[in-house]
């Protein structure tokens, strides 16, 4: 009998393999092995004289000296630093909207929250795009119906806060349909003791809905953490419209991605340190957070 158990056991562990397997063939081959070979290939330097080179850690210690790495760094950290919280209180909010009960027609603004998220990333800053052109550019011309010049939304000061606008609209339906799965996660039994001990609406979402959240607000804010200092898209494909202010080293991922076609062991580099900081801040920010959560 004990033989039979063990038997069946065994054959369920190997049809469960069998069902990892293709994800984990995959994992490896288009993740792991280019991660490695990246890796490898960034402690190499490619020379006029005598082909390619083996530097060490040279080429990260010559990131860490890139004054443009550095300035790509601080804008994408500026940029978290302002657009993340502003997104996730906008998700929040809307969250708690819908969760209430109190908004007629709760599915179809969900839907019309989490639909800009569908539009897919090219095209929605091809059409904020069209928006920001300081000469045709919709919202320039109504700036300019109510100011004496249009304000140019890709200049050098304006740029970022654009960019911003676009990533809130993007990704705050999509944040808002985590925290609401996880909002109708949680039991009804503390609505109702809350209810008889006479909470409002308000108490119930400041004191009940909030703490619970803790982990998935933690969970969207590393996603947010990874997606601010991955910025590439956006500034990518507006780079015609303002291409002093949206330069090559306007964010690090654009940085590393120019320079490819010039030192491919040097992006390499700076792809790699770029990777090292989102771990770093990332920990950071679910450590500093995360305080306080209980297990």
Do not use: C
Not at 173 to 179: A, R, S, T
Not at 191 to 210: C, H, M, N, Q, T
Not at 235 to 246: K, M, S
Not at 267 to 294: D, E, H, M, N, P
């Amino acid at each position: 009998m004990a033989n039979t158990v063990k038997g069946s056991i065994q054959r369920k562990e190997r049809v469960g393999l069998l069902f990892v397997l293709p994800f984990t063939v995959i994992f490896l081959l288009f993740f792991v092995t280019p991660l490695i070979y990246s890796g490898y290939i960034s402690t190499w330097k490619q020379t006029l004289v005598g082909g390619n080179s083996f530097v060490g850690l040279a080429n990260y210690a010559r990131v860490l000296d890139d004054p443009k790495f550095a300035a790509g760094v601080a804008r994408v950290l500026i940029f978290f630093l302002i657009q993340v919280p502003v997104m996730l209180m906008l998700s929040i909010s809307i969250a708690l909207i819908i969760d209430s009960g109190k908004l007629r027609a709760a599915k179809i603004y969900r839907i019309l929250v989490f639909l800009p998220y569908a539009v897919p990333v090219v095209v929605s800053a091809l059409i904020w795009g069209y928006l920001y052109g300081p000469n045709y550019g919709l919202l320039s011309q109504l700036t300019q119906t109510f100011t004496t010049a249009k304000i140019h939304f890709l200049s050098a000061t304006l740029a970022l806060p654009s960019l911003g606008n676009i990533a809130t609209w993007s990704w705050a339906g999509y944040n808002m349909v985590i925290l609401y799965a996880a909002l109708k996660a949680l039991s009804t039994e503390l609505y109702e003791a809350a209810a008889v001990d006479g909470a409002g609406p308000i108490r119930l979402a400041f004191s009940i809905k909030l703490p619970q959240l803790k982990p998935a607000i933690i969970l969207t804010l590393i996603f947010s953490v990874i997606g601010s200092f991955q910025l590439f898209t956006e500034p990518f494909n507006l780079a015609n419209l303002a291409p002093t202010v949206l330069d090559s080293s306007y964010t690090p991922n654009i940085y590393a991605y120019t320079l490819v076609s010039q030192d491919l062991n040097y992006a390499a580099a700076v792809s790699f340190v770029l990777g090292f900081i989102v771990i770093l801040i990332s920990g950071v920010v679910a450590i500093l957070v995360g305080r306080g959560t209980k297990k």
